[in-house]
């Protein structure tokens, strides 16, 4: 019967304890995904009631929450009403444009890169 070598016999001539090397396992660490801001731009037309609401509705914030933020949009031009992960963020952009259009209001909604 013929002997059959394998990775434990110590006269393996390349055995890992002839070879020198050293067996590490390595962690692979999970990023997190990026985060995308989702942004209202003000305009002429749409009712800031209307912004109000959509704010309430697709962020699910209290109307007081909604409330200042809209004054922000309509004192600063744009505002931050979340941060998300890209496909939520697209997800709600999608929701208030389509919402905006349905209501015949020109309410813009975008996203950006954290």
């Known amino acids: 019967m013929r002997h059959v070598p394998t990775m434990t016999d110590s ?28 942004m209202l731009l003000n305009d002429d037309f749409t009712p800031m009631e209307f ?33 998300f992960s890209y496909e939520v963020a697209e997800t709600k952009v999608a929701q208030v444009m389509d919402f905006a259009r349905r209501h015949q209001h020109p309410l813009q909604c975008t996203l950006e890169k954290e």
Do not use: C, W
């Open 11 to 38: 006269d393996t001539p390349n055995g890992p304890e002839n070879d020198g090397a050293v067996v590490t396992k390595t962690r692979t660490r999970t990023q997190r995904p990026p985060m995308y801001k989702v």
């Open 51 to 83: 912004v109000v609401h959509v704010l309430e509705r697709f962020f699910g914030m209290s109307h007081a929450m909604a409330f200042d933020i809209m004054l922000t949009v309509h004192k600063k031009g744009v505002a931050v009403v979340g941060v």
